[in-house]
């Protein structure tokens, strides 16, 4: 398949300053950042995945979305590194790495590392940088081979889910009742979710 932010080809400046608000622009273009808890994304819970403003390549995913306090939408990894940039950014007298994307080269946000384990990694991202994508509408927009990433997400909730769920039964079995019969029947349980687990992680 072939993606249509592969053979983006970024358009002139003018034509940014037409189809770009002047927020929009001046972040993506310029390197500006929006305020704090005003962008329309900082506090956004949908499922489904973030692309770049311009150029549509997929960038974020819901499932990856936390909330870091920050009041900029905050994300732990992203769905490929290949479609990510960084960038040494010594302005404003600190030190940090900037974040752009690949094929439209828009500054996104930075990135630093105090956010969740275990990879401690957290992209602080402007809202006006990136566009939502709902899963209802991602096949229709050409995101289909992404819905993956969200539906092997819910699969190893619900198996990790009833996982530690089963484990809970057992502790409290060989606890109260030291059924040795019953303890058996729960460790195969176990066995089994594991089994089933991991094989969620190499599809």
């Not at 970024?10 to 927020?23: A, G, W």
């Not at 972040?27 to 500006?32: K, L, N, P, V």
Request: net charge neutral; with cysteine; hydrophobic share 35%.
């Amino acid at each position: 398949m072939t993606y249509k932010w592969k053979n983006f080809i970024k358009p002139k400046d003018e034509v940014l300053k037409k189809i770009l608000t002047k927020e929009e622009y001046e972040i993506t273009q310029q390197s500006y950042t929006e305020y704090p808890f005003k962008g329309i994304y900082w506090n956004h819970k949908e499922e489904g995945i973030y692309v770049d403003k311009i150029s549509g390549e997929p960038l974020f995913s819901s499932k990856d979305k936390f909330d870091s306090s920050c009041g900029w939408p905050s994300f732990s990894k992203s769905i490929d590194n290949s479609f990510i940039k960084e960038i040494d950014d010594d302005s404003d007298f600190m030190h940090r790495i900037e974040v752009r994307s690949r094929f439209s080269d828009s500054h996104l946000g930075h990135v630093f590392d105090d956010g969740p384990l275990p990879e401690r990694i957290r992209y602080c991202i402007n809202s006006a940088s990136i566009k939502f994508i709902p899963k209802d509408k991602m096949v229709e927009e050409g995101y289909e081979d992404y819905l993956n990433i969200l539906i092997l997400y819910f699969k190893i909730f619900c198996y990790t889910k009833n996982l530690f769920r089963n484990f809970f039964i057992l502790l409290l079995y060989v606890y109260k009742n030291k059924l040795t019969t019953t303890v058996i029947v729960r460790i195969n349980e176990i066995v089994k979710g594991i089994f089933t687990y991991g094989s969620l992680l190499l599809i």
